[in-house]
C-alpha cells in the first residue's frame, strides 16, 4: 500500500507535497503526471501504481531500463555499414538491434508474464527495420513480437542475434565474450570483476602458450574452467567479425557450429557445473539458477532506488514480493515503489527521461538533420554530455550535475521551450504570441507550476518570481512570445524539473 505520509499528503484542502508522485509518474511512464491526476490521486492512491503500470508508455519505459542493464544501445554494429542500402539511413538499423533484447524483456514484464520468459521463451520483438534482415515471420512495420524461422532454439534473450552482434566474439575469444554477458546479465555474476592470480609471466601474443595457461594455470583455470562451458552453448550464434563480415552469416543461427566447442576449447556445455547440451537447456539452467531472482531484483532497485540499497531484509521482501506474485516484474517494481526507501532523495535526471518529459510537454525531440535524436546516440557528442551511456566507454549514467551535462540541458530547454511557445496548443491555455493582462499571465503561470514542475499552490512564491522574469524579458524584448520562451527555458533548467 503507497502511505498517504509517503505521497506528501498533509490533508485536503492543504498544500500537497507530489513529489513522490511525480517520481512514480516518471518512472513507470517517463511522462510527468497531469495537473488532474496530482489533484485526484488521493481518491485511491494504490490505484496509481496499477494503472501507470499498463500501456506502452510503461513498456517504453522499461525498454530503457533494460537497454541500460544490457549496455545495448552502443554504436559498434559495423553491419550497419553493408546491410543498409546507400542513401537509406544507418541509425535506425543500429537502435533497433540495441533494443531487440531490451525490447523483449519489457514485453515480458509488460503483459505480466513469469519473468523466466526472458530466458526461455521462443519468441522475440522484431520491427520492420530488422525484419527486412532477419528470417523472422514478423508482419508490418512496428515492434511486435515475432519468431525466427531458421529453427534457432527457444531461450529468450540468449537466442536474439542482438546480444551476440553487440558482444561480438573474436576467434581468440571463443565466445566467452557473450558467456561473461549472459552471467552478468542474468545472475549479476561478473567474471571481469574478479580478482584473481595468474602467471604475469605468460606470453599474451602467444596463442599456444595462453590455451596451455587456461588450462593448467590454477589462477586462469578458475574462471575458464566455468567461463568456456558456458560459452560452449554459444557456438550457434558465431559469425566472421573480420573484413569480410557477412550480415546474413551474423543474422541466421547455425545449427552445424554448435558443437565446435569440441575443436576450440573442449569443455563441453555447462552452467557453473551443471552439465547441459542445447541453447535451450542453458535457459531453463538460468531459470532456476538461485541468483535469477536476486539479480533480477537488484537491477530493478538500481534503476528505481537514487542509493544503492544495503538493506537485506527490505531486498529479500522484494524478492518474496516477486515470488508470491509467479516472477511477475510488475509485482517486483510495485513493491519497490511502495517502500519507505522509495520516498527518499532526489535524482537527477537521465537523458532518455528528460527527453521523453519534454515530447510530451511540448512535442519537441531534439535531431540531427536526418531525424535521429540527438540524446539517443554518442557520434554527436551530446549523450555523454548530458550524462548518459554509450554502452562502452561510459557505461553508467551522470547521478549528478557537472559544466556539459548543465549547458546540453540549457540548450535543450531552450529549444524545447521555442518549440512550445511556436507550437502552443499542447502546453497552453492562452495564446503566448499575444499580449495579455497581468493577471492572466500570473494564472497561466501557475497552472504551468503545477504541470511542468508538479506544483500544485496557487500561493506558490516561485510563480512571482517567474512573473519577475517575464516581465524583464517582456520589457526587454517587447515581444510576448520571446517572455514565454523565456519563463519556460528556465522553468525547463529548474532543478525541480532536472531532478525528481
Known amino acids: 500500500m503507497i502511505g498517504l505520509a509517503l505521497l506528501g499528503c498533509t490533508g485536503r484542502g492543504d498544500a500537497v507535497d507530489t513529489t513522490v508522485l511525480t517520481r512514480l509518474s516518471l518512472d513507470l511512464r517517463g511522462i510527468r503526471p497531469s495537473a488532474e491526476e496530482l489533484e485526484a490521486w488521493s481518491d485511491d492512491p494504490d490505484a496509481i501504481v496499477d494503472d501507470w503500470m499498463v500501456g506502452d508508455r510503461f513498456e517504453e519505459r522499461l525498454v530503457d531500463r533494460f537497454a541500460r542493464v544490457l549496455l545495448s544501445r552502443a554504436e559498434n554494429y559495423p553491419a550497419r ?29 509488460a503483459d505480466d ?20 534482415r532477419y528470417p523472422t515471420d514478423h508482419v508490418g512495420a512496428g515492434w511486435s513480437r515475432a519468431h525466427y524461422t531458421d529453427g534457432r532454439p527457444a531461450a529468450g534473450v540468449l537466442s536474439t542475434n542482438g546480444l ?5 566474439s573474436t576467434p581468440s575469444n571463443k565466445m566467452r565474450k557473450p558467456a561473461n554477458q549472459v552471467s552478468r546479465i542474468f545472475v549479476c555474476a561478473d567474471f571481469l570483476r574478479l580478482t584473481v592470480p595468474f602467471d604475469a609471466e605468460v606470453d599474451l601474443g602467444d596463442e599456444d602458450e595462453v590455451a596451455d595457461a587456461i588450462r593448467n594455470d590454477p589462477g586462469c583455470a578458475t574462471c575458464h574452467d566455468v567461463l568456456d562451458p558456458i560459452a560452449a552453448y554459444l557456438w550457434g550464434h558465431s559469425f566472421d567479425i573480420g573484413d569480410t563480415y557477412a550480415m546474413l552469416d551474423a543474422a541466421t543461427y547455425h545449427p552445424e557450429r554448435e558443437r565446435l566447442w569440441r575443436r576450440e576449447t573442449g569443455l563441453p556445455p555447462a552452467w557453473y ?72 532523495d532526489r535524482r537527477w535526471m537521465d537523458p532518455d527521461l528528460l527527453e521523453s518529459q519534454l515530447e510530451a510537454l511540448t512535442g519537441y525531440v531534439w535531431t540531427d538533420a536526418s531525424g535521429q535524436p540527438l540524446l539517443h546516440a554518442e557520434r554527436h ?15 553508467a549514467p551522470a547521478d549528478q550535475p557537472s559544466a556539459t551535462v548543465l549547458l546540453v540541458q540549457d540548450r535543450l530547454a531552450t529549444a524545447a521551450a521555442d518549440h ?9 491555455h492562452l495564446d503566448p504570441t499575444q499580449p495579455a493582462t497581468r493577471s492572466e499571465v500570473r494564472r ?15 500561493h506558490d512564491p516561485d510563480v512571482d518570481e517567474l512573473l519577475g522574469v517575464y516581465d524583464q524579458a517582456l520589457a526587454t524584448a517587447d515581444d510576448p512570445a520571446a517572455a514565454w520562451t523565456v519563463v519556460l527555458a528556465v522553468m525547463f ?7 525528481y
Open 81 to 109: 555499414d553493408i546491410v543498409v542500402p546507400e542513401g537509406t539511413l544507418a541509425w535506425p538499423f543500429e537502435r533497433a538491434i540495441g533494443d531487440e533484447a531490451a525490447r523483449l524483456m519489457a514485453r515480458v514484464a
Open 113 to 132: 508474464l513469469p519473468w523466466t520468459e526472458v530466458v526461455t521463451a521462443d519468441w522475440t520483438m522484431i520491427d520492420g527495420t530488422l525484419a527486412a
Open 164 to 168: 551476440y552482434q553487440r558482444y561480438r
Open 273 to 344: 557445473g551443471q552439465s547441459g547440451e542445447s541453447l535451450e537447456d542453458l535457459g531453463h539452467q538460468i531459470a532456476q539458477d538461485p541468483r535469477f531472482v536476486p539479480c533480477a531484483v537488484q537491477q530493478a532497485v538500481e534503476q528505481l532506488l537514487p542509493e544503492e540499497l544495503e538493506d537485506v531484509d527490505a531486498l529479500e521482501a522484494h524478492a518474496a514480493d516477486f515470488a508470491d506474485d509467479g516472477l511477475r516484474y510488475r509485482a517486483l517494481v510495485r513493491s519497490i515503489v511502495t517502500a519507505p526507501a522509495y520516498g527518499t
Open 381 to 395: 557528442g551530446l549523450l555523454t554530455l548530458a550524462g548518459g551511456l554509450d554502452g562502452e566507454t561510459v557505461t
Open 420 to 428: 512550445a511557445v511556436t507550437h502552443p496548443e499542447r502546453l497552453f
Open 444 to 458: 497561466e503561470l501557475a497552472r504551468l507550476r503545477g504541470v511542468i514542475h508538479g506544483v500544485l499552490d496557487p
Open 493 to 499: 533548467r529548474d532543478p525541480a524539473f532536472v531532478t
